[in-house]
């Protein structure tokens, strides 16, 4: 097993609720990286895997919902997780790196919310964050769809 597997195992042992999503969004992050970086290569087997394995965390994310309790929460988030799996799809059929970092920046935002929501909670990990990845290159970026309408 290599450090960083090591060390995501090691997140996920005993860990919120709040926590374990967030992981989610950083896994899901990281494949689309890799897909960028992989389309920018030109390995398109690469790329399909990436975006392929962002689809399944995306997923993930989805059906965890509790419809029932997460009220008008719930339902944003998963009108949001049907936009950027759409957007998923899009990216691959174009072969589109903008596509992908779009991606990449709405679940980043969102990312985001959800470390606040950790912060306000007190369930914030013991242990170190890890070393956060490149930032995707985004400044041809068109705005993010409206995923709250």
Not at 2 to 17: C, F, I, L, Q
Not at 101 to 114: C, D, K, Y
Not at 115 to 123: D, S
Request: proline fraction near 4%.
């Amino acid at each position: 097993m290599d450090a960083k597997s090591s060390y995501r195992e090691t997140a996920v042992r005993g860990a919120s609720p709040v926590r374990l999503v967030i992981c989610l969004y950083e896994q899901a992050i990281e494949d689309l990286r890799r897909a960028v970086i992989a389309q920018e290569r030109g390995d398109i087997e690469a790329r399909t895997s990436g975006i392929n394995h962002a689809l399944m965390v995306v997923a993930q994310l989805q059906g965890s919902l509790d419809m029932q309790r997460g009220g008008e929460v719930a339902r944003n988030l998963a009108r949001f997780y049907g936009v950027v799996r759409t957007g998923l799809l899009e990216a691959q059929t174009q072969q589109s790196t903008r596509l992908l970092a779009q991606q990449i920046s709405q679940l980043a935002t969102v990312h985001e919310a959800w470390l606040e929501v950790e912060q306000a909670t007190g369930t914030i990990p013991s242990f170190p964050a890890p070393a956060q990845a490149a930032p995707v290159r985004t400044s041809s970026l068109t705005p993010a769809q409206d995923w709250n309408a």
